[in-house]
């Protein structure tokens, strides 16, 4: 599982994670993201998108229905890896039930760490394809040719809540929400402290090194 603040990178070590570990990856900001297609969104669903756009988090309830409903996931036999979930105490523990009930469980829970404004600096630079979703940054991952995407020739675009005002709501409600949840997790011992510092593929090896350690130790 992947914490840390909006920007802090999580969806790049997802995806480089995912790549070298060869697990399923399940974003729910990915998911509303890609709901936000839906030509006739349920009025839920319009809700949702709606408390995303200025920053807010989406409802429990509505999260973790979108999570049951991708529980395969769980069951993909190279592991799965969460990223952006679960976002608050409650959700932690309606994920706990529902692993539980798949009979798995999570290993390792990495928390990103990075100074507050590399943070700004990396949510002010991203740009996102408009088709395909790839994420890029206009110095650290800037695409071949400017304000396109280099896999599908979309046109890249600033996400809405990447706007000031909704960056700031946004980390007020992981300082008031998702914080705690380091402290949950602590408890039961699988809070990894990842610093997220420098380039994505030295962030990768420090994070792949960290599991490594924690993985020999549980053998020990
Ligand atoms: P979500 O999509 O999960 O957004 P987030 O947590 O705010 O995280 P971001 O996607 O903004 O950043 P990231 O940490 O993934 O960074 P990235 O890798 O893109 O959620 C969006 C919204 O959906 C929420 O606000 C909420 O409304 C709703 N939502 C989702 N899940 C929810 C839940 N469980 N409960 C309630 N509501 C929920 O990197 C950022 C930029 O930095 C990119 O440009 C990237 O290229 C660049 N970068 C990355 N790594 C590096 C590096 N090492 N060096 C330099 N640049 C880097």
Redesign the pocket.
């Known amino acids: 599982m992947l914490l840390?603040p909006?920007?802090?990178?999580?969806?790049?070590q997802a995806e480089l994670l995912c790549q070298a570990l060869g697990t399923c990856h399940l974003?729910?900001?990915?998911v509303?993201r890609a709901a936000s297609c839906q030509c006739d969104p349920s009025p839920a669903l319009r809700s949702a998108l709606e408390?995303?756009r200025r920053?807010?988090?989406?409802s429990d309830g509505l999260?973790v229905t979108m999570v049951e409903e991708r529980s395969a996931c769980l069951r993909c036999r190279g592991g799965f890896l969460l990223d952006?979930?679960?976002?608050t105490v409650s959700?932690a523990e309606a994920l706990d039930d529902l692993l539980v009930r798949e009979g798995t469980a999570v290993d390792a829970v990495i928390s990103y760490e990075l100074p507050l404004d590399e943070i700004v600096d990396?949510?002010g630079?991203?740009r996102t394809c408009s088709i395909c979703k790839a994420?890029?940054?206009v110095k650290?991952?800037p695409p071949r040719a400017g304000g396109v995407c280099d896999l599908c020739g979309g046109a890249l675009i600033q996400r809405e809540?990447d706007r000031p005002e909704s960056i700031r709501v946004?980390m007020r409600a992981y300082e008031e929400c998702t914080r705690p949840l380091a402290d949950y997790y602590e408890m039961t011992g699988r809070l990894i402290a990842v610093s997220?510092d420098?380039?994505?593929e030295e962030?990768l090896e420090r994070s792949l090194r960290e599991l490594q350690t924690r993985e020999e130790s549980a053998r020990h």
């Open positions: 840390g909006p920007g802090v990178g999580k969806g790049t974003s729910t900001g990915d509303f408390a995303m920053g807010e988090l989406v999260v952006g979930f679960p976002r959700q990396r949510l630079g991203r994420v890029y940054h650290a991952r809540d946004r997220a420098g380039p994505p962030v």
